[in-house]
T-cell receptor, first 115, second 112 residues
């Protein structure tokens, strides 16, 4: 069984401040981990993914995430927030289950960026 | 490169009317296909997934059904819509052995 917990349904930061979105997962086998971003009225876009290579993963738009097995975490960070980063962010975990990799998504975190 | 499209983008339907949302994938063969529903503040709910033509797995028993008449086509249907069917519906695909899924643009359904 696998699950994802995103801490905080809303995160508010000032423009230029550090962005930290938290994600903890549970998986009985080595997982694949993902972050997606969703802008209003659009589908989800893949930001980055961890697939058992480097534990620090760099994605698009300056985001990165670090896989920490001991903490079962995969937090998303960005050094300096832009107004355009305001969106909904989803963490997801997938692992081989019956030969398929159907992901489980967190409930999402809404990032609010203040001028 | 692979692309995914779904339509219509927006739909307003009366209670009891039928539904058909269509999704197609280009640039790949034998993809896994998925339908998700997103309700406000409730994350993503997997409705159906398919690993091949005519092979549909339902995750949540409900008023909806899915079909895969062709390799890269996935259709979400209902014979009679309920108010509770309103939401944002997302089609997605992954490679047959892939662990990463990619989403379409989404379809807004409002049942009135």
């Amino acid at each position: 069984a696998q699950s994802v917990t995103q801490l905080g349904s809303h995160v508010s930061v000032s423009e230029g401040a550090l962005v930290l979105l938290r994600c903890n997962y549970s998986s009985s086998v080595p997982p694949y981990l993902f972050w997606y971003v969703q802008y209003p009225n659009q589908g989800l876009q893949l930001l980055l993914k961890y697939t058992s290579a480097a534990t620090l993963v760099k994605g698009i738009n300056g985001f990165e995430a670090e896989f920490k097995k001991s903490e079962t975490s995969f937090h998303l960070t960005k050094p300096s927030a832009h107004m355009s980063d305001a969106a909904e962010y989803f963490c997801a975990v997938s692992s081989a289950s019956g030969g398929s990799y159907i992901p489980t998504f967190g409930r999402g975190t809404s990032l609010i960026v203040h001028p | 490169s692979q692309t995914i499209h779904q339509w219509p983008a927006t739909l307003v339907q009366p209670v009891g009317s039928p539904l058909s949302l269509e999704c197609t994938v280009e640039g790949t063969s034998n993809p896994n296909l998925y339908w998700y529903r997103q309700a406000a503040g409730r994350g993503l709910q997997l409705l159906f997934y398919s690993v091949g033509i005519g092979q549909i797995s339902s995750e949540v028993p409900q008023n909806l059904s899915a079909s895969r008449p062709q390799d890269r086509q996935f259709i979400l249907s209902s014979k009679k819509l309920l108010l509770s069917d309103s939401g944002f519906y997302l089609c997605a695909w992954s490679g047959s052995l892939g662990n990463t899924i990619y989403f379409g643009e989404g379809s807004w359904l409002t049942v009135v």
